[in-house]
């Protein structure tokens, strides 16, 4: 079994930046990715970026590519979403979440999810 217990979220000017970690706990499956998700009021949860554990590749949703950036740090047990540029439209409640579906956007192929984490924009 995987925790995921997420961080770093907040209230932030347009314009500036964030960044949100995920710790882990647990073993993980030998074929394993992170992915980071958000879901804003009203909204459908949504894929934002993914990054497969063994080999560090990483996938991004086309409305943050350029502006967001995944990353991890093996020794740490960490996933890390650095957010630039941040937009109004970026206000959602951030989850990392767990999958042996390397590469997915779905949040159905998603086994293990933290609690999230409230990431609010001012315009």
């Known amino acids: 079994q995987v925790q995921l217990v997420e961080s770093g979220g907040g209230l932030v000017q347009a314009g500036a930046s964030l960044r949100l970690s995920c710790v882990q706990s647990?073993?993980?499956?030998?074929?394993?990715?992170v992915g980071w998700f958000r879901q804003a009021p009203g909204k459908e949860r949504e894929f934002v970026a993914g990054?497969?554990?063994?080999?560090?590749?990483?996938y991004y949703a086309r409305p943050v590519k350029g502006r967001f950036t995944i990353s991890r740090t093996v020794t740490k047990n960490t996933v890390d979403l650095q957010m630039n540029s941040l937009e109004f439209e970026d206000t959602a409640v951030y989850y990392c979440?767990?999958?042996?579906?390397?590469?997915?956007?779905?949040?159905?192929?998603?086994?293990?999810w933290g609690q999230g984490t409230q990431v609010t924009v001012s315009s």
């Open positions: 990054i497969s554990w063994s080999s560090g590749g990483t």
């Open positions: 979440a767990g999958t042996t579906r390397i590469g997915s956007r779905f949040d159905h192929e998603y086994i293990y």
């Open positions: 647990g073993r993980t499956p030998d074929r394993y990715a």
